[in-house]
């Protein structure tokens, strides 16, 4: 299987505070702060065309604040990017505190991003296209849901498939899981970290992973469940079919590691991998992008 990529998501500006030390209230934390383009759908394609992809679709909506920035970044790593300018609702912010263990906690401003509307979709972004991404995030604002629907239907009646990353457990409980899963039905993929395989599947937080991944690969036909420095689980028709191993590094910040899992997983699937081997390569990208800031390949 081989052919082009169309990615449709947020592009958003992230602002990354890494601090050593613990955040102290009412006074000042030293910090290391960067602001860089990042957005779940934007990065995950980067790191698609990062791993090889050579045909890069990206659909999503910013302002007019960034949109030059932001065009030349992706046009930069390899992806074609259609940017929707909106002219009243500045493009998306993300501030990301990521702590001395390297996790990192978001505050989300959409912004333009999850103003995505059926309107801006055409027919034509299907031509040539082998696989469709989603990004969860769509799926948590009524008009970027309604575009989301729009574009996976359009995909299902060509016989394209499509994969939907969960994006975020808090946007996911506001939402309700049913609410989520009834929207994304039809769905080919399932990428959730374990913490929304769990949410998704109607486990508790203590439950085991593979069980929430078994029980998601009831209702989406592959279901691979990203755990971190655990790797990654693949399931299939209600069972866990295999366990991949994450390639060791060093982690200076988590933002990109699930964005490039997502776009290394893409970029091997469509070069004719198995759903295991492509689960490898994820982990092997994932593991690049812990070693440096932001959530992009450079």
Do not use: K, Q
């Amino acid at each position: 299987m081989s052919g082009a990529l169309l990615v449709v998501g947020d592009v958003v500006t992230d602002v990354v505070a890494v601090h050593t030390e613990p955040l102290t209230p009412a006074t000042d934390t030293a910090a290391r702060i960067r602001t860089l383009p990042g957005g779940a759908g934007a990065n995950a394609a980067c790191w698609a065309a990062h791993e090889g992809l050579a045909d890069v679709g990206l659909l999503a909506r910013v302002g007019t604040d960034s949109a030059d920035w932001h065009h030349r970044a992706l046009l930069a790593a390899g992806v074609r990017p259609r940017l929707v300018v909106d002219p009243a609702v500045p493009t998306g912010t993300v501030v990301a505190l990521v702590g001395g263990d390297a996790e990192r906690t978001f505050l989300t401003d959409s912004g333009a991003a999850l103003r995505l509307s059926p309107a801006d979709w055409a027919p034509a972004l299907l031509d040539g296209v082998a696989h469709l991404h989603l990004s969860g995030y769509l799926f948590f604002a009524d008009s970027s849901r309604e575009l989301a629907r729009v574009a996976l239907r359009a995909a299902v009646a060509r016989g394209v498939p499509v994969s939907v990353d969960p994006a975020s457990v808090g946007f996911l409980a506001g939402l309700g899981t049913e609410g989520f899963l009834a929207a994304a039905a039809g769905t080919d993929v399932l990428l959730p970290n374990e913490a929304e395989a769990r949410l998704l599947a109607g486990l508790p937080p203590d439950a085991p992973a593979a069980r929430a991944a078994a029980e998601l690969s009831r209702r989406v036909p592959l279901v691979v469940v990203t755990r971190g420095e655990a790797g990654a689980l693949v399931a299939r028709e209600g069972a866990v079919t295999a366990e991949v191993a994450a390639a060791p590094s060093r982690a200076v910040d988590t933002t990109g590691a699930g964005d490039a899992f997502t776009g290394g997983f893409l970029a091997a699937r469509l070069s004719g991998a198995s759903a295991v081997e492509a689960a490898r390569a994820g982990c092997l990208a994932a593991a690049l992008a812990v070693t440096r800031l932001g959530g992009r390949p450079v």
